[in-house]
């Protein structure tokens, strides 16, 4: 796998470059090494650490459907449906950026829709960015969400999308 490839081309330069030929982003080879240089070469490291990514993601889908439904019952539905679906259960058991990539726009969601504080803006388009180097469909669809932050035509909404998308550019 490329992912895989990319991996070891990063640990072997003490993470100072990436397989360039590879056809994939470099966010989840680096993924992929960092937890390699951490726990070694074990098989089974990268498919348990994106399991416990998919139970965080989890508690994150819980967070935002409670505080957009003020329902306790609908938010840990949801939080309970969504891990258990074949489709990730599937992606965080093999080498695929799925389960990584979802949990940083998760993440990302969470903080837009947790705070009004431009520091937590910030950091909601720094996750962004981190998802953009996952998938690149993520860095394109950033600029709906500026979109969106725009047409609310106030200056505080402004202000905010403009402090999310420069840091989903850091």
Known sequence: SSYLESARVMIESNFLEWNINASRPPGYPLFIALI???????????????HLVGIF???LIFFIVKK?????????????????????IDYEH???????????II??????????KNKAYLLS?????????????AFYSL??????????????RCIQ???FFLGAMV
């Open 57 to 59: 993601s989890a508690i």
């Open 94 to 104: 093999v080498i695929l950026s799925e389960s990584i990539y979802s949990f940083f």
């Open 161 to 163: 999308g403009v402090v």
């Open 68 to 88: 957009n439904s003020s329902n306790r019952v609908i938010a840990l539905l949801a939080g309970v449906v969504f891990p258990n679906t074949i489709s990730c």
């Open 125 to 137: 388009g720094i996750f962004w960015g981190f998802a953009s180097l996952i998938k690149p469909i």
């Open 143 to 156: 600029f709906f969400v500026l979109i969106f932050f725009l047409l609310a035509r106030t200056k505080v």
């Open 36 to 50: 390699w240089k951490i726990f070694g070469d074990w098989k089974i490291a990268v498919p348990v650490i994106q």
């Open 107 to 116: 993440l990302s969601i969470v903080l837009l829709t947790k705070s009004s």
